[in-house]
């Protein structure tokens, strides 16, 4: 004691001890509780989220169901129609023809239309613009008036259709009707379409009712599924969860003879109101409801509290609970109140005689330490601690030594080191400065060179009446071109892609450039088939691989057109890459051959296909590398896909090729993401 800092030591720890168990016993064990009553209580609520999650899930399965079963419908009764109307159309065509009397015509229509059948007793009709059914297979209603017949919910059933077949050429409308051969009405969807050269409403309808069916099972299914779940969540020690409807009707109980029972008039206890009210009104608010219960072994006796969370589910008209007990909530909190007060208790004293020893053992070193210090700030530069030590205390004095040693060197030797160091470091850095801003100026030039040998506005053959070119190399520079070569009114266009990207894709290219604009000099520019022959050979010869120790193995995809504007025709040749053309609104594909240009295992003397195609008026082509199509994103980062790639071509194919890229470009961009280019994207499209 008689040392100070061995007392204020004690002090300290006696002190620190005594205000952490008393601020411990003050905050920890009252906050304890709550967090503990709390984590009950947010298990009650992450429970009830749980099953109410589960039944959104469900419902949204349900109506993706109920949605895709519709469309499905949908899309055959257009099918269904579009046959009726072909068979029309071709009466009517033969009248046109003169092989028969428009009477004719319009009889064998309507008497084959009558006779048709598909599905389930499904059939097709007739009307004309006054809602009279003129084709019908039901004899009581051929040649009825419906123009104010209305379905059992007071709906017109014939009118809307020609309503809407009239104004919009075709569309769909639904009403309640009598399947043949049965007494009760179900639910039917029609989809109308009009003929206008005799003004007929023609169409076909199907029932809903099968859609229904299975939307109510899918629903059983979910409550059996509740079921199981719910029997398995305990919460506290007694808690549990349970299911009404607006009915007031009980779904899912644990007690199983419950369930199917109105509880409308039970009370709470409490308050003497109906305690479903407040159940209902829970779940509006949010707030959680507390109310007087029995317990299973003490049935009738309602005196012990209960405390319930609501959640509504508006689509089933569903109130989902979860229920405890609130005695059992902090059944929890006592038992670890008790221990903590146990363990505060135990740890004070512990660490109380610890800390006393602790430092009795750590003063000496200290103070020797402390002596050595103050002799060397007097000049005693050479004494050491030399305290031998087996612990953090020993190694503290080994560096102090090490230290006072080193201090020496120091002094000595610093401002030489730091001169020498400086200049070396700034050496090193001149020099990767240096370095870094030639390779970029090399990359550079080389992307200007890359530019330098693409198609230009100026070498655009004049027969193109509109275009544009997407091109977006992964790197710097890469590995796909596009080309054009024109002689006479005819031209030569190509989009190729080379092995690899960056720089050895944009060597690549180099080499591609030169080769096709020799095959073309040296073989001519009518066959694409013959171009892609010689080109495949060239391309192995000035990359050595047509020998077998050839250490690389490059090559290219391409595809070629020939466009002959003056005949109107397209000569097309392709080497693992197709060509799209669209007429009428309509895209065709034209697939390349399954083979590559220039590789070690390239066949020399493969023969390419060359299609030739017939370009009508205001046709489009576009051509591609597969960089487009491989681009990985979306929700479930999977390829851009060549489907969506037609779904956007074929939706805007009429549309200026400006626009168009714009649509291509916004498409591809916001599919992408935050994902990376995964390869140069290359895309022509023009129109003559």
Known sequence: ???????????????????????????????TRQITYKMSEQSAIAALDRVADLVTTTY??????????????????????DIGGCFIQLQYDAAKRGEITEAVAQKRALEGMRMLRYGKDDYLWISNFDSVLISHPDPKLFGADFSNIRDVNGNLIVPPMVTVARENGQGFTSYWWHRLGHNEPSEKLTYSKLFEPWQWVYGSGVYTDDITEEVNLRRESLIGRLHTL?????????GYMFIFDDQMKMIIHPNRQMEGKNFASIPNPRTGKPLVNELVQAAESGKPQTYLWDRPQEPGQYIYEKISWMRYFPEFKWYIGSSVYTDDLFNQSRALTSRLILISIVTFLFSLVL??????????????????????????????????????????????DRMLDTLDDMLENLDKKVRNKTRELSKQYEELVFANREIKASIQYARRIQHAILPGKDTLPNAIQDHFVIWKPKDIIGGDIFWVHTR????????????????????????????????????????????????????RISLGQHVPASVTDDGLDIGLCVVNPEERTLLFAGARMGMFMSENGI????????????????????????????????????????GIFGQAGGDRHLPFGKRRFLQIVTTHTDEAMSRQKQVLEEALTDYKGSEEQRDDITVVGFRL
């Open 60 to 81: 949204q399965e349900i109506e993706s169901h109920r949605h895709s079963a519709l469309e499905d419908k949908k899309r055959d009764l257009r099918d269904i129609t």
């Open 355 to 400: 800390g006393t020893l602790v430092i009795r053992r750590f003063l000496r070193p200290i103070e020797h330490l402390s002596a050595v210090a103050q002799r060397v700030r007097q000049g005693e530069a050479k004494l050491r601690s030399n305290l031998i030590r087996n612990d953090e205390l020993g190694m503290l004095s080994r560096e102090f």
């Open 587 to 626: 895209i065709k594909e034209i697939n390349g051959d399954r083979e590559s240009i220039g590789y070690k295992t390239s066949d020399p003397d493969y023969n390419f296909t060359a299609h030739r195609l017939l370009l009508e008026e205001n046709a489009a082509i576009y051509l591609a590398t597969d």
């Open 488 to 539: 006479g009114s005819r031209f030569i266009a190509a989009v190729i892609d080379c092995t690899g990207h960056g720089v050895p894709g944009a060597t690549m290219t180099m080499i591609a450039n030169m080769a096709l604009s020799r095959v073309v000099q040296d073989v001519g520019d009518d066959d694409p088939s013959a171009i892609l022959k010689a080109l495949n050979r060239l391309v």
């Open 230 to 238: 719910l029997e398995r969540i305990t919460i506290a020690q007694t």
């Open 1 to 31: 004691m008689s040392k100070k800092l061995w007392f204020k030591g004690f002090l300290l720890i006696l002190g620190v001890v005594s205000v952490c168990s008393l601020a411990f016993s003050l905050t920890t064990i009252p906050l």
